[in-house]
């Protein structure tokens, strides 16, 4: 379950731009006051669900009495034409925050989706899938959350609880080693450091620093296999670049640890999901 703090200003937010200031022209011209309705909310295509609560809690910030029941849980994989939620109430209300909604409930799946599709293509390789800070700007709790309930795991979350150098980093500090001597210069030692080479020739000199992980970025897998090697379990391997459905089992089976990919919250195509009247 994601915190309800994390998402109370995002809905505000997504409610207040759906209705402006005359609120839902449609709804109200042609839906009388007393109309009471139950809707279905229900998948079109398969996929893995997430974002239940804050669907829920859209309705219920739109209008309090109405009555938002799950069929399923968030994580869960379901088959299309699938009744996960359905809604009851003021008629006017459910059509009002729908979309709303529904954008949150569609987004999210779709990621859990896409990440489920991931995690499915390395089983049994050892690899872990993780995602990346690229995330809707504003979304990030949610976009790491959906992560979750697809199987992956979460990056840092920003720029404030880890330490992570990559090429225009150790540019400015100067070298491999600077980059890492200044970190631990500075932070805690319970900081995770990650630094980002392109090449075996850094990740040589990065063997001779302090590092926790190594991100080893856009390598072809006999590379990654020989960057394994040559780490020998000094330090955590994470490989990023180039990863797809058709890449990652071949990117998996090198040996590295993680997996990070972005496109898994930034470019997710969202769950087809709607509500129907009943």
Aim: hydrophobic share 45%; glycine share 8%.
């Amino acid at each position: 379950m994601i915190k309800q703090s994390l998402y109370e200003d995002i809905v505000a937010l997504a409610l207040e731009e759906d209705l402006g200031s005359a609120g839902d022209l449609t709804t109200e011209s042609t839906i009388p006051v007393d109309a009471e309705a139950r809707g279905e909310v229900r998948t079109r295509r398969p996929g893995v669900i997430a974002g239940l609560d804050v669907a829920r809690y859209v309705f219920a910030e739109f209008d309090e009495s109405l009555i938002f029941d799950t069929r399923v849980q968030d994580s869960d994989r379901v088959e299309a034409s699938r009744v996960i939620a359905t809604v009851e109430g003021a008629a006017r209300s459910i059509l009002s925050a729908e979309r709303t909604a529904l954008n949150f409930l569609a987004r999210m799946s779709g990621v859990a989706t896409q990440t489920a599709l991931l995690v499915d293509a390395v089983e049994g390789t050892g690899a872990r899938i993780a995602d990346t800070r690229k995330t809707m700007p504003g979304l990030r709790a949610l976009d790491k959350y959906a992560v979750r309930m697809g199987g992956g795991m979460n990056h840092r979350f920003g720029l404030h609880d880890a330490v992570m150098s990559k090429d225009n980093h150790i540019a400015a500090a100067g070298s491999i080693s600077a980059a890492v001597e200044a970190a631990r210069s500075r932070v805690g030692h319970t900081v995770t450091v990650e630094v980002e080479v392109e090449t075996l020739k850094q990740l040589e000199e990065l063997l001779d620093t302090d590092t926790d992980i190594v991100l080893l970025d856009n390598m072809a897998p006999v590379q990654l296999a020989e960057a394994v090697r040559m780490v020998d379990g000094q330090m955590t391997t994470e490989a990023s670049g180039g990863v797809t459905l058709d890449t990652v089992r071949e990117i998996a089976e090198s040996g590295v640890d993680v997996i990070s990919v972005g496109w898994i919250t930034h470019s997710a195509p969202q769950l087809d999901i709607g509500l129907d009247f009943v």
